[in-house]
């Protein structure tokens, strides 16, 4: 099915299951500990083996000689796969750093051996007899040092952009901010590690592993082993928490498979924890200079973004810079977008790459420049909004956008105008307490999806797509969608997922996953009223399908009477939306108080007003964007990986050293989605919401951090060391 | 994890005997840390002797007014035990402070006083390090220090104790009774218990081999407001940055302890007996020798801070 035009008038209108708060129908499955996460698929092949990756001790350099003759003889080994006895791997469109890269060490943690054996217990053992030397060289490991000089990204397009006049303009500016902002490497820390079985049978492969993103797995599967991708299976129905990190295959898969070639047997591999942080992508530091020049009214003239970070090839960092040129006007205008090399674990994509980053920066500028105004941060950003066309590419129009209305109906609900614009002024016993704003922008893209359904001679619809639920709720809005278009209560649709003999989707990831995924549904689920249709001979385009039946004309028809019938749908979408910025926006509101003894900051409140077009399942919705409020809260409360710039790693490997928020730590989220529709992104007028949630709130906690207490930080995260010399007077 | 074997000890004296004679042998109690510490390889005992049958498991009256806890004794238990919610609230706070309510369940109270470092380091097989191998070197001198000591440290290990209870044990008092293996006995205050290790950064405890912790007592209660503030970088689930375990009379007089901050929990009896002049003589005293790095100098200040906020609420 082609989407060439904005949708029109359409069933999903008058829809009764689209729409409506849903409770998970794999949430059965997995509050009984029967949903199969990847280690866990015991069944799937006889005979497992265990793998355990050995990771380079070093970050830099060559591997002179391995040891593995204790390791070979130790009990219970089958097989060990070493980078000396090895070729490298080959490289994929996916990934930078080599997944297994011979004698050449690339990043600290690099796996540099895989050992199988009988048991977990006895390949973790053998591991640990493996004496390895190594040679090591010096490496770049420190961004502040690195930036200097640093190329573009890439020329154009999201790296660099000019409008208007901006130096002119900012130095003519009545009231300016020029600040710089740093935000920390991250980890996306998901519960559930990499973890693969692996199994060959003759020249197929089959990975039963834990990824978003199963087409480009099978994809880079085929090129890093240098095997034809219709022998490469990648089956991942449940997922653990990726959050950016299971986009690719990673060094689980491809040791597995190995393992599993020398030992010629399956081979099951769940990464240990405290390799996770540095043998996997992180979230890439940022530097980040602002600088917004206004006129006295608040009136924004002059508006410059540039970014700095690093990664291993120079290529791909965090753009920061992505939403400065959606959400605010202004006629002069700078993006630049710069990257480093350095020799740290491979920077990849995390939960809304770019802009997660971007505004603890952009929406802390603007706080400042509020004060700057003597102006109410809310107003600032409403006298701004953009509205027709893209502030920095005034080409381009905007498809459906209400922020003004979430940021009015935010402070409304919030009781912002409780708020002391003076900060450090609010008491409240030994507390200071501050409220703080933010805008949200991320991007709703739509990519191509298809999908199979089948029906059965009893009626009943299967959907099969190679979509992936990485906790978000796409098995049950893709059963929302197919009950909806084919007229069938949800019980009587199944959704099987993440298998790669199902037809490719969207897969999960950039929060494209909820739109483009349905929209194939859809497409498919069109082509089988249709085959309905001709086989009880009726027009399905005219039809009404309810309650099993179509009917049309003051006829009827029972649709499973049409028999056993199975039809592939894809959704495509046409050039028409390149003229389009689809995005989604968000008001965000946070509530703080800082102990004016000790500086501990908790969080009290925080609020989202939402706009994303219509929400397909509100009940996981909010799920989403309440999980992306925690971890905007915990990249501004606590969230950094420590970089030893002398050994070159992250040094806080593991749960306990690198802290995400607690339960304790969110007492109060609440979530508001405006009613509103955009028919430039599909059918469904839907967008999606995984990462708007994590756009903003991050900003917001921060900005009620200064309110409360009067200092601003601007190197992150936000804790209590960077301030406690400048907090007011306890008592 | 290397292979080890085990056994479970069935007396305290044989328990004793089995770690003193056989070479690599430890104690396993909860194992809520030397299991963990096992699987990195940081520990690799050849034999482990398991205490948990031994009759350690009562919290009783003692005739001069305390209590006795035995080695056994749960976090859990302890911290909810009814004399020590009402008489040694300060030990309850601290407890509740630490770990989580699952680990809590596990952790002993002998256990728990033997809990090793958290440093990053520490925990990095790759990285140099003087507590796991002697003469190695330090690599968190120079690195990631943020969470490490600022007294009482060493050119050898800048590493903290890191646990909670002990902290709270130190303004209290606590006695440590242990069994050796020739079957005397030895009361260790717990003043004494954590070395100041100085170039034998390997050696955290006053423990000879073999020797088994077998019950803490504490004295008659003394009163006061009990406090135990652990400031973290979250709510729950996190070492200490500073903690401050205080009890304070009405007249301004107590005890106080520092926790987070050196190889024992950090208590200076000269410091104290400045507590009715405040939080800043304290620590001025307290911390007269520090020598932190510049990723942790900020705990100084921090702990005077604390200070002044318990004494303040100890006022009010």
């Known amino acids: 099915m082609e989407f060439n035009a904005p949708a029109g008038q359409n069933l999903f209108d008058r829809a009764k299951i689209v729409g409506k708060s849903t409770p998970r129908i794999d949430g059965p499955l997995k509050v009984t500990g029967t949903a199969p996460y990847a280690a866990e698929r015991h069944g799937v092949a006889a005979n497992q083996a265990y793998g355990w990756i050995v990771g380079s001790a070093i970050a830099k350099g060559r591997i002179r000689s391995m040891d593995l003759d204790a390791a070979r003889r130790a009990p219970g080994v089958i097989a060990i796969v070493a980078a000396t006895e090895h070729e490298p791997v080959g490289t994929s469109d996916y990934n930078y750093a080599p997944l297994f890269g011979g004698n050449e060490v690339s990043h600290y943690h690099q796996a540099i051996a895989v050992v199988v054996a009988e048991t977990f217990e006895q390949a973790r053992s053998a591991a640990g007899l493996i004496g390895t030397e190594y040679d090591r060289v010096d490496g770049s490991f420190d961004l502040a040092s690195s930036k200097d000089g640093a190329p573009l990204a890439s020329e154009g397009g999201s790296d660099f952009a000019k409008l208007g006049k901006f130096e002119e303009a900012f130095a003519a500016a009545p009231v300016k901010v020029d600040e710089t902002y740093t935000t920390p490497d991250e980890s996306h820390a998901m519960m559930e590690p990499f973890a693969t079985i692996a199994a060959w049978d003759g020249p197929d492969l089959t990975l039963w592993t834990s990824n978003q993103m199963i087409h480009w797995g099978k994809q880079a599967m085929a090129s890093i082993l240098g095997m034809p991708e219709e022998n490469v299976r990648v089956d991942s129905p449940f997922i653990g928490g990726g959050f950016g990190g299971k986009l690719f295959v990673r060094a689980d898969a491809v040791m597995a498979a190995l393992g599993a070639k020398a030992a010629n047997r399956p081979v099951k591999i769940a990464m240990q924890r405290p390799l996770m942080f540095n043998n996997g992508t992180h979230r890439h530091a940022t530097i980040q200079r602002l600088r917004i020049g206004a006129e006295r009214d608040g009136r924004i003239t002059a508006i410059a973004h540039q970014n700095w970070s690093g990664n291993i090839t120079q290529k791909e960092g965090e753009n920061g810079t992505l939403q400065t040129p959606k959400l605010y006007a202004g006629a002069n205008r700078l993006i630049e977008n710069r990257i480093a090399q350095l020799d740290l674990p491979e920077g990849n994509a995390m939960r809304a790459p770019g802009e997660a980053a971007g505004h603890l920066a952009l929406e802390v500028a603007m706080d400042e420049l509020a004060e700057k105004l003597a102006m109410d941060p809310v107003e600032l950003r409403i006298l701004n909004d953009a509205s027709g066309t893209v502030p920095g590419d005034p080409d381009t129009k905007i498809s459906d956008r209400h922020l003004v209305r979430c940021l009015r109906e935010g402070a409304e609900r919030f009781g912002w105008s409780k708020r002391n614009a003076v900060p450090g002024q609010q008491r409240d016993g030994r507390w200071l307490t501050g409220m703080g704003v933010a805008a949200g922008y991320r991007a709703g893209p739509t990519t191509k999806s298809a999908a199979r359904v089948r029906m059965s001679a009893d009626g009943h619809v299967t959907v099969e797509t190679d979509m992936t639920d990485i906790g978000t709720g796409s098995y049950t809005i893709i059963a929302q969608t197919a009950a909806e278009t084919m007229g069938l209560p949800l019980e009587s649709v199944t959704v099987k997922l993440g298998d790669s003999s199902f037809p490719v989707s969207s897969g999960s990831g950039g929060q494209w996953g909820a739109a483009s995924s349905t929209a194939g549904v859809y497409a498919a689920c069109v082509n089988l009223r249709r085959m309905i249709g001709e086989k009880l001979n009726f027009d399905a385009d005219a039809a009404n399908f309810a309650d099993g039946r179509a009917t049309l004309d003051n006829q009827s028809w029972r649709i499973a009477d049409a028999g056993e019938l199975t039809a592939d749908g894809e959704m495509n979408y046409g050039d028409f939306k390149d003229g389009y910025d689809v995005g989604t926006y968000a008001g965000h509101f946070a509530e703080v108080r800082v102990d004016a003894y000790t500086g501990e900051t908790h969080v009290t409140r925080m609020l989202a007003v939402c706009d994303a077009g219509r929400i397909l399942n509100p009940l996981s919705a909010r799920s989403q964007v309440i999980g992306g409020m925690v971890m905007a809260a915990g990249a501004t409360l606590m969230e950094d990986l420590h970089v030893d710039k002398r050994f070159g790693f992250f040094v806080n490997h593991d749960l306990a050293g690198y802290e995400v928020p607690v339960h304790a730590d969110i007492p109060h989220q609440e979530c508001i989605f405006l009613d509103t529709l955009d028919p430039v992104i599909s059918p469904m007028k839907a967008k999606g919401v995984g990462e708007l949630g994590i756009c903003g709130p991050g900003a917001a906690v921060a900005n009620a951090i200064y309110n409360a207490i009067g200092v601003r930080v601007r190197e992150y995260p936000v804790t209590l060391d960077k301030y406690l010399d400048r907090l007011p007077p306890a008592a | ?316």
């Open chain 2, 1 to 316: 994890m290397r292979s080890f074997t085990y056994e479970r000890a069935r007396t305290p004296a044989e328990a004793a005997s089995a770690v003193a004679t056989m070479r690599g042998a430890k104690f396993l109690a909860g194992g809520t840390n030397l299991l963990d510490l096992m699987k990195l390889e940081i520990e690799a005992p050849s034999h482990l002797v398991d205490v948990q049958d031994l009759d350690f498991g009562e919290i009783a009256d003692t005739d001069d007014g305390g209590i006795r806890i035995g080695a056994m004794v749960s976090n859990t238990m302890l911290s909810a035990h009814p004399r020590v919610r009402r008489d040694y609230a300060v030990l309850t706070r601290a407890i509740q402070a630490g770990a989580s309510g699952q680990l809590r369940n596990k952790a002993t109270t002998a256990g728990n006083l033997l809990q090793r470092t958290r440093c990053s380091y520490f925990y990095d097989t790759n990285m140099p390090c003087n507590k796991r191998r002697p003469g190695d070197g330090c690599s968190a001198i120079g690195g990631s220090s943020r969470q490490l000591g600022v007294i009482g440290i060493s050119d050898s290990c800048i590493a903290t104790y890191p646990g909670d209870m002990a902290v709270a044990m130190r303004v209290l008092d606590a006695v440590v009774e242990t069994v050796t293996p020739d079957g005397s006995t030895r009361s260790i205050p717990i003043a004494d218990f954590h070395r100041l290790w100085g170039d034998t950064p390997q050696e955290e405890t006053v423990l000879e081999r073999g020797e088994l912790i077998t019950a803490v007592t504490l004295p008659r209660p003394r009163g006061g407001k009990h406090f135990y503030h652990k400031v973290r970088d979250r709510r729950s689930y996190a070492f200490a940055l500073v903690s401050v375990a205080a009890v304070i009379q009405d007249d301004q007089t107590g005890q106080v302890a520092f926790g987070g901050v050196a190889p024992k929990p950090w208590r200076v009896p000269e410091a104290e007996e400045l507590l009715p002049q405040g939080a800043a003589a304290v620590v001025s005293r307290a911390f007269a020798e520090a020598r932190p790095t510049d990723q942790n100098k900020f705990k100084i200040p921090l702990a005077e801070r604390t200070l002044a906020g318990i004494i303040a609420d100890a006022r009010s």
